[in-house]
């Protein structure tokens, strides 16, 4: 199969979920009307220096992507922004912003930011995705889970849980939150290319703007 071919089936797996209610797009508070994309301080709000990356580009292109681990479409489109990673890696700095949306959204969050400070974000950012039927859409937290996590990675378990605890960590995902509502972004996933908004329907979507990008 090739990988258009399974990013459009993600995408209609993800359109599917979103029709039996299984993603929420908006907050509460935002269903009456979504602010405008932001301008001047937008790239900004969309990457900030503390944002995480997992992978610094040899190029300036920045691929940015707003999302919640918790989230079935982001879990869905994982793979294919995997293999779109694994191609233009070398040459495109990619970054995660987080649209916490979920019950224990915030907690992954967290660990994924623990897991970052020792350096080994990408690696706490697959084991979330990749064990997501484990802790995804529970009514408890997952904390317990997520600390099980850091430990098969090896992690420094004392100086992650200062981390995860951290009201620092907590500020920098509400923080993202913020930049998220203030550009606009009301769902996950939502990708940007150097500070353009993409509405991906197939995988040449978010890989022809980053060839124009790269050529530009």
Known sequence: MSRSTKFTLALIAAAALVLAGFIIFLNPDEQE????????????????????????????VVFVEYLDFECEACLSLYPAVEEIRAEYGDRVTFVVRYLPLHGNSVEAAKAAEAAGAQGEFEAMYKALFENAEEWSHQETSQREAFFGYAEELGLDMERFEQVYDDPATLARIEQSAADAEALGVTSTPTFFVDGERLEPTRVEDLTDPLDAALEG
């Open 33 to 60: 009307s979504a602010p405008a994309e932001g301008t001047g301080s937008a790239s900004a709000q969309l990457v900030r220096e503390d944002s995480p990356t997992l992978s610094e580009g040899s190029s300036d």
